[in-house]
């Protein structure tokens, strides 16, 4: 088969996994934490079924194995699992990695005893074992060695040419670089130095035109989509927010002039040039291009209000009355999955300072349904990567209320190693597996913790970059 036929297949796979729910059923596997390993649990029970035990683990050397069933732990029973969306990981996921997260924060080996309660073939048994030291995530040194740690593993799977690649592409690799690149930023810019500069150098393409034809109508190489264009503003004006580099501005126009060419005169967009969905447009678009075009008026790009209000009109009528910002105009198609296009478009308006009192109505909606962040159409882990940005900057109780939510989740996915690996949701996040589940796990921690810090014009209006990278003129 020809390259060319093969990256077209693989495209299409990437866009049907991007409009395509998944069912809703079992969680799909998911790593142990401390303990070394992975587990699944189903909706209606309270056993999580044990897939693999990693040799050497805290696991392992206590006699765990693959096939056993968690039922609780120190003879407290797990609850049910749920499929529902709205209560998060509630059950033996939240029971497991908060107990883990607690006990292994422990100075004391003796306090760091734990005892796993389980079924192996139908019989009760208790095992007890020791987990190895780590700050937990309730303090500044846990959530500091997890950013570490999130930070290390992007730099170790950095493309020699700058990228972080994707399975899908062109498109797939510029999304994934770019939320790479502002993961980085946001967790140390002086440390990731080497990492960024190479990661913004391919962001902006050959001859820094982004990869997007003089005329932005034109599809060019690899069907450049907008999830792309959009996710390079962000990365790049970040960038030059923190170092004032020149070379950022143009390749920040060009791309958010793309997307004012891309929108219908009914302000409506699409995946790539032409409005989705029968011209029904789609809705996700729209905010992230809100955001790509506020943020990149940071860097002096002059914001087209044309486009602007008719995007704007677009999202006015499709926020449900609960806050949310629905798939479509019209009522009735849910906000359960809302949450990337309710923080993308929370965060355009409190970084445009545009309607203040609609930018709030979104943070409250991301506030009130922190369980539902991972469950965002289409590519799940970028509502958990943007609604803790949204949430800091409009609702500080809702972004601590955010965190300990998920405390779990980050305690689950750093593994005895402290690599780092994906956990998905219940819904749709099929377009999380077409970027690279545990890159995209290492962005969505990284995210989720280094708001406070305010490194990015994301968390903050007075963008007080606590580090500064050179400029690169002046290497």
């Not at 030291?133 to 700058?162: F, M, Y």
């Amino acid at each position: 088969m020809r390259p060319r036929a093969m990256t077209l297949i693989a495209l299409i796979l990437f866009l049907w996994f991007l409009i395509v729910p998944a069912e809703t059923g079992a969680s799909e596997p998911f790593p142990l934490g401390i303990l070394g390993g992975r587990g699944q649990v189903d909706p209606g029970s309270p056993l999580i079924s044990i897939l693999s035990i990693d040799p050497g683990s805290a696991a392992s050397l206590a006699g765990l194995k693959s096939g056993d069933q968690l039922r609780g732990i120190g003879g407290i029973p797990f609850t049910d699992h749920s499929g529902s969306i709205d209560v998060g990981g509630l059950g033996p996921q939240k029971s497991l990695g908060e107990a883990l997260d607690e006990c292994a924060a422990r100075e004391s080996e003796q306090e760091r005893k734990i005892s796993l309660d389980l079924l192996r073939d139908g019989t009760e048994l208790t095992l007890q074992l020791t987990l190895p030291l780590r700050p937990g995530l309730e303090d500044a040194a846990g959530r500091t060695l997890l950013v570490e740690s999130c930070c290390q593993q992007l730099v170790k799977t950095q493309r020699p040419g700058g990228q972080w690649d994707s399975p899908v592409g062109l498109t797939g690799d510029r999304v994934l670089s770019a939320w790479a690149v502002v993961a980085l930023l946001s967790a140390d810019p002086q440390k990731y130095r080497d990492s960024i500069e190479r990661g913004v150098v391919w962001l902006r393409g050959p001859d820094n035109h982004c990869w997007i034809d003089d005329d932005p109508l034109q599809k060019g190489p690899d069907n450049l989509g907008n999830w792309a264009v959009t996710s390079t503003v962000v990365a790049l004006t970040e960038h030059w927010l923190a170092t004032e580099d020149p070379l950022d501005p143009p390749v920040i126009e060009r791309c958010c002039k793309a997307l004012t060419a891309r929108m219908s005169d009914q302000g409506l967009f699409g995946h790539d040039v032409v409005p989705g969905y029968n011209n029904k447009g789609f809705n996700v678009i729209n905010t992230l291009s809100h955001l790509a075009w506020a943020i990149g008026a940071e860097a002096g790009v002059t914001l087209d209000e044309d486009s602007w209000s008719k995007s704007l009109e677009q999202i006015r009528r499709s926020i449900d009355p609960n806050g949310g910002i629905r798939y479509w105009t019209m009522k009735g198609t849910g906000t359960g999955d809302a949450s990337l296009r309710t923080s993308s478009m929370a965060l355009a308006l409190s970084i445009s300072g545009r309607e203040p009192q609609m930018a709030q109505q979104l943070g409250e909606y991301l506030a009130a349904h922190p369980s539902r962040m991972r469950e965002a159409h289409a590519v799940g882990s970028l509502g958990m990567m943007l609604a803790p940005s949204a949430l800091w900057r409009l609702n500080r109780t809702g972004y601590s209320k955010f965190l300990d939510e998920w405390r779990w989740y980050l305690s689950l996915m750093h593994r005895p190693d402290r690599s780092v690996h994906y956990i998905g949701g219940k819904g749709n996040n099929g377009g999380d597996g077409y970027l690279g589940k545990h890159r995209i796990g290492c962005i969505i921690a990284v995210l989720i913790l280094t708001p406070p810090a305010q490194k990015l014009g994301l968390h903050s209006d007075e963008r007080k970059q606590k580090s500064k990278l050179k400029a690169v003129g002046d290497r």
